[in-house]
């Protein structure tokens, strides 16, 4: 974006940006649909899923967007999976030992709703029938790509791929009766021959078929503005993943491998205890359409205190 258009933006946004978050706060407040990726609380999930629920909602957490593999998923991804969760101190994913619905009987008696899903690439591809079986009980609407595989890009050209194959997955999905959604980490966003990769694929997919969750931790860690992209792109973006960070830090590399997002991981806090400033990209947020805002703060160490401030602070918005 040359000067000009920055300021002919800028010009734009101001006025609705002021009344923008008065809306979305007051939603946030009276409609209660503040919400959390699962992926920050495995651990106490493994333990006591019902406990958790309760936890949650009494936070004021209301909409819940579950990370997969599901016992329907592909089965190497699953393999995968299993082989990986003993260093990360848990082994529990989808249903956490409930039967599809068990869970919605929790979520109904705690007052949740589940709106989106993570699942992994294969899955998508291969398995969205069983997808639309498991929306038939659980009422999720979104299913969503947390990363895309490292083997699937290398190159301007994988991007390109994945692009099409997004378009393909997202007509699948549409089939099912779901919306198909694409999470970015940080990679991407480095310009490459004269492209941003993540511009690549926004600009390559349909805005019928293919929607996207912003990460705004990792989207300011690979070094781009969360605002400018809620702004060039609106609409295409459904929901947020809403956390801070404790002081401005940006990948060792290129974002490309996952050592440099362990990296980072320390530098993640309670919303409202960081440097990001959340009530401008969730103004921004609001204007774009987003629909959905997930809190996630990753294998957090105390969730029952961080995550209670991330909810206070975003509940007491004006």
Partial sequence: MNRRQFIQNTAVIAPAAMLAPNFLFEELRKMKKLGIQLFSIPKMLDQDFRKSMEMLQQMGYT???????FPFSDPATI?????MTPMLGFKGSGYFGQTPQQV???FNEYGMTTPSV???????????????????????EYVVLPAIPDAERKTLDDYRRVADTFNKIG???KKNGLKFGYHNHGYGLHETEGVIPLNLILDNTDPGLVFFEMDLFWTAAGGADPVEYLTNYPKRYHALHIKDMKEKKRFSGDGNDARQWYELFPYMTSCGE?????KGIMAAAAKASVKH???EQD???????????SADYLLALK
């Fill in 118 to 140: 993570h699942t992994d690439f294969e899955t998508l591809k291969t398995r969205m029938d069983q997808l639309g079986e498991a929306a038939s009980v659980l009422g999720f």
């Fill in 293 to 295: 805002y997930f809190v």
């Fill in 79 to 83: 393999a995968n999976w299993e082989a």
């Fill in 104 to 106: 919605k009987a929790i």
């Fill in 274 to 278: 960081g440097v990001m400033d959340l």
């Fill in 299 to 309: 294998l957090v160490a105390d969730p029952d205190v961080s995550l209670k401030k």
């Fill in 63 to 69: 909409e819940i967007e579950m990370f997969g593999p």
């Fill in 171 to 173: 007509e699948s999905a």
